[in-house]
C-alpha cells in the first residue's frame, strides 16, 4: 500500500498536486470536505516550479492578436527568436492552431482580455488566505514586477496593451530609462521606456512554496498519495473511481487538475477539448555579482529574468511541440545570448528546464463540470498564468462543489465552450 493510502471513500479526489490542485484541496478542505489529491511526482515538482516566479496579476493580454497571424512566420523562421515549432509534431496541432487563429479576430481578443482581466483581478483573493494559513509569506517578496522595451517602436506598438491593462484596473506606472537604472542599477544601459506593475510580486521558490501547501493540506488532515492515474471511472455507478495501478480511488467527486496531461485521463473529450501544449524553457545562471531586485521581463524577446539565490532564472519561450521531445538547444541559446546582453555580468549556465504549459486555443482556463459528467470537475488550461491563477480557481472549484455561488459569473470558462 502506498505511503498515506487510507481505505476510505472520499467527498473529493484530485488528480494532480500542481498550483491548480493544491489549491483547489486546500479550498475544498477549508469548506468541511474530505479530500484526497494524487500525483505521480512529489509535492512541489510540477510546471510551476520552473516557472518565471511571478504573480502576474497584470497578463490579461494574451498571445493571441490581431497582428500574430502576419508576424508569427517570420519569428518562427527567425533563429533569435522566442517562438518555435518541432516540425514533426504540428501536424497533430492543426486543430488547436486552427481555433487559436480563430481566436486572433479583434472581437475574440476583446472577450479573451475581459475575461482574464476578471480572473486575474480576483487572484490574489484566492491565493493569500492560502499562503497566510500555511504559514508561507516568508515565500514571496513584493517589490512589484518591471516590463521593458528596448526600442521606441517595440514601446509605441505596446501602448494599447498598456491603456488596455489600465481600463480593467490594473495598476502600474510607465517609466522612464532613468527610472528603470534607478530601480535596477545592474542592468545594462539598452532599455528605452519600461512598465512597473507594482501590485505584482515574486514567489521566491514555487516548488517549495508547493510542497509547503501540500504539508500544511495533510497536517489538517487531507491525503497525499503518490501514484499514476491511468483512469477515471464515471460517476454512473454509486460514485467516481480514481485508478492508479492497482488500486482504486472512490469519491463523490473528482477534479482532474492534471496540467497539459490532463486529456489522458478524459478519452471521451479527445478531438472535442482542444487543449495542447505550450512548451516553455528555463535556464540558470550564476548571477551573484549581477543581481535584480525583482523579475524582469523583456519585452520584445520574451522571457523574464527573476533573480532566486545566488542564480537568475531566464525564462519563457514559446514552442509548439507536443509533450514529448527532447529540449531545443537554440531556444536555450537564444534565452542566454540575449539575457546576457541586459545582464553582461552573468556567470556560466548551471542547468536547464523545459515545462508544459497546459493552454487552450482562446489562452482561458477550463474551469467547471465536465460536459459528460457532471461529478467530474475540470480545472486546467491555465497557460501562461497557471501560478497566478491557481488559488482562485481552487476558491471556484470549492464553490462549485458546494453548491454556492461562484465569486464571479465563471461562463467564460466554461467546459461546455468547446462544444
Ligand atoms: C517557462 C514558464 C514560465 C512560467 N512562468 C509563470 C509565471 O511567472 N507566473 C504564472 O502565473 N505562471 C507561469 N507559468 C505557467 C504556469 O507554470 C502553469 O500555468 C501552471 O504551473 C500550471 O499548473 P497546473 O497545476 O495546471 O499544472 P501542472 O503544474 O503541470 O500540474 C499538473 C500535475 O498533474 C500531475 N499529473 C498529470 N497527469 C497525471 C496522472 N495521470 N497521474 C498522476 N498525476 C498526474 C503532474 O505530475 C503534475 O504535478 C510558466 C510556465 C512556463 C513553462
Known amino acids: 500500500m502506498m505511503p498515506g493510502y487510507k481505505e476510505q471513500k472520499y467527498d473529493v479526489a484530485i488528480v494532480g498536486a500542481g498550483m491548480v490542485g493544491i489549491s483547489c484541496a486546500l479550498w475544498l478542505q477549508r469548506s468541511g470536505k474530505s479530500v484526497c489529491i494524487i500525483d505521480r511526482l512529489p509535492p512541489g515538482e510540477s510546471t510551476a516550479s520552473g516557472s518565471s516566479c511571478t504573480f502576474a496579476d497584470y497578463a490579461c493580454i494574451p498571445i493571441n492578436s490581431p497582428s500574430l497571424p502576419f508576424q508569427a512566420p517570420g519569428m518562427i523562421l527567425r533563429k533569435d527568436s522566442p517562438l518555435a515549432i518541432k516540425w514533426n509534431y504540428i501536424h497533430r496541432m492543426l486543430p488547436w492552431l486552427a481555433q487559436f487563429l480563430a481566436n486572433c479576430r479583434p472581437h475574440k481578443v476583446t472577450h479573451i482580455i475581459d475575461a482574464l482581466a476578471v480572473i486575474l483581478s480576483h487572484a490574489e483573493s484566492g491565493l493569500m488566505p492560502l499562503i497566510e494559513d500555511a504559514y508561507a509569506t516568508d515565500l514571496i517578496k513584493r517589490r512589484g514586477c518591471l516590463y521593458l522595451y528596448n526600442t521606441a517602436k517595440g514601446y509605441e506598438a505596446a501602448r494599447p496593451d498598456i491603456r488596455t491593462r489600465q ?137 523574464y529574468m527573476t533573480p532566486l539565490v545566488n542564480q537568475i532564472r531566464i525564462a519563457g519561450t514559446v514552442e509548439l511541440g507536443g509533450l514529448q521531445g527532447n529540449y531545443t538547444e537554440q531556444l536555450l541559446s537564444y534565452l542566454e545570448k540575449t539575457a546576457k546582453q541586459a545582464l553582461p555580468g552573468l556567470g556560466a549556465r548551471e542547468s536547464s528546464w523545459l515545462g508544459f504549459r497546459p493552454s487552450m486555443p482562446d489562452a482561458l482556463p477550463v474551469i467547471g463540470p465536465s460536459p459528460r459528467d457532471k461529478n467530474i470537475i475540470l480545472a486546467f488550461g491555465h497557460q501562461h498564468v497557471g501560478l497566478t491563477l491557481g488559488g482562485i480557481t481552487g476558491k471556484i472549484v470549492a464553490s462549485l462543489i458546494g453548491g454556492e455561488p461562484t465569486p464571479f459569473d465563471i461562463s467564460p470558462y466554461c467546459p461546455q465552450r468547446f462544444q
Open 167 to 303: 481600463e480593467r484596473g490594473v495598476s502600474l506606472h510607465e517609466i522612464s530609462a532613468g527610472e528603470i537604472y534607478d530601480m535596477e542599477p545592474n542592468l545594462e544601459h539598452l532599455f528605452h521606456r519600461g512598465v512597473y506593475f507594482d501590485k505584482a510580486f515574486q514567489f521566491l521558490f514555487p516548488g517549495k512554496l508547493i510542497k509547503r501547501l501540500t504539508a500544511h493540506f495533510v497536517t489538517q488532515g487531507g491525503t497525499f498519495i503518490s501514484g499514476n492515474v491511468s483512469e477515471i471511472e464515471s460517476s454512473e455507478a454509486e460514485n467516481i473511481g480514481i485508478i492508479y495501478g492497482d488500486k482504486t480511488i472512490r469519491a463523490d467527486k473528482a477534479v482532474i487538475a492534471a496540467g497539459a496531461h490532463a486529456l489522458d485521463l478524459l478519452p471521451w473529450l479527445s478531438g472535442k477539448m482542444p487543449l495542447d501544449t505550450e512548451r516553455g524553457y528555463h535556464i540558470m545562471l550564476a548571477g551573484s555579482k549581477t543581481g535584480l531586485n525583482r523579475p524582469v521581463g523583456w519585452a520584445e524577446k520574451g522571457f
